[in-house]
Nanobody
Framework: VQLQASGGGLVQAGGSLRLSCAAS????????MGWFRQAPGKEREFVAS????????EYADSVKGRFTVSRDNAKNTMYLQMNSLKPEDTAVYYC????????????WGQGTLVTVSS
């Protein structure tokens, strides 16, 4: 599975951005898609995920109530709507995918930079 993330950019604190992640290739094997981020000097961290079918979602505590993950299965695309952005949300955002029986995310996109100015 190939993943292409897009939508990053520069935004002021309190603003919004929507990221997209388009999947191609063996998309039928993808069950869960997720967003991760890595800030400068920090380790990569989980942001949100969504499953196919029921569309069950999970969020990191730091983004609950501000970010919304969604998925358009017909377009093989996942989105991350980010509202009320804070400077601490500044990071490279990566999308990832895994199959139903996979323990870890095995497919990763190239990342898109989100910069939130104060």
């Amino acid at each position: 599975v190939q993943l292409q993330a897009s939508g990053g950019g520069l935004v002021q604190a309190g603003g919004s951005l929507r990221l997209s992640c388009a999947a191609s290739g063996r998309t039928f094997s993808v069950y869960t898609m997720g967003w991760f981020r890595q800030a400068p000097g920090k380790e990569r961290e989980f942001v949100a995920s969504i499953t196919r079918g029921s569309g069950s979602t999970e969020y990191a505590d730091s983004v609950k109530g501000r970010f919304t993950v969604s998925r358009d299965n017909a377009k093989n695309t996942m989105y991350l709507q980010m509202n009320s952005l804070k400077p601490e949300d500044t990071a490279v955002y990566y999308c990832a995918a895994k199959g139903l029986f996979d323990d870890t995310f095995g497919s990763w996109g190239q990342g898109t930079l989100v910069t939130v100015s104060s």
